[in-house]
């Protein structure tokens, strides 16, 4: 577990739920605070080759996995995301609060998905510092479907099927609401639901966070 002492918090949520901005959000109302994410744009300096694999998997590896690349292969590359995130908060000044998308939690849930039940890097991945609480920013499939474009803008890590389609994408966002919550059962958990806009989704998560 971690440092009891240690402000160390969770944002979370399907795809589509706006996270990155309300990240930005966040990271413009509560100036004291540190934002760490492996998005694009979000990922500090030093760090530029976290963001290379994540594009490296969605342009190389998801067009060609089951042919030249097997799901634990992608189990692997994901999981530099997953230590960066780690070696970022042992880190991280202790008397800073911090705001992390994700952690290791929605990117375990998709490598399940993906078909991979059992790996030993899952159990390592759980032993990694649990946060304080969580932050489970929720949106429905639906409106998930509409921001991304119907589907338009989708990665293969986001739907079940050969190509992105409704019933595929609104089964897996299901799926993978129902992982994440279940691997963060033993933490406390706060869920927001769906708000009209990032800003006020942003003033939600601030209200649980310094409320």
Same mark, same amino acid.
């Given at each position: ?123 390592? !991945? ?18 998930? !479907? ?19 389609? !409704? ?45």
């Amino acid at each position: 577990m971690a440092d009891q002492h240690r402000p160390f918090y969770v944002l979370l949520g399907p795809d589509g739920a706006g996270k990155s901005s309300v990240m930005a959000e966040v990271a413009a109302r509560l100036p004291a605070w540190r934002t760490l994410s492996t998005d694009h744009g979000l990922i500090g300096p030093g760090h530029e080759l976290v963001g290379a694999l994540r594009r490296n998997v969605v342009e190389d590896v998801l067009p060609h996995l089951g042919t030249y690349y097997s799901a634990d292969f992608l189990a692997s590359v994901l999981q530099t995301a997953v230590v960066h995130l780690r070696d970022e908060l042992e880190r991280h000044e202790s008397d800073v609060p911090l705001l992390m998308d994700s952690y290791y939690y929605k990117i375990l849930a998709k490598c399940r998905l993906a078909g991979i039940r059992h790996n030993p890097m899952y159990t390592w !991945w759980r032993s990694f510092p649990q946060p304080r609480a969580v932050v489970y920013l929720d949106v429905s499939p639906a409106s998930a !479907w509409r921001r991304s474009g119907e589907g338009a803008r989708l990665n293969p890590l986001e739907y079940f099927g050969d190509r992105p389609e !409704w019933l595929g994408f609104d089964s897996y966002q299901r799926s993978l609401r129902k992982l994440m919550l279940e691997e963060v059962r033993d933490v406390p958990v706060t869920i927001i639901e769906e708000q009209p806009s990032a800003a006020d989704a942003a003033e939600a998560v601030v209200e649980v966070l310094a409320p």
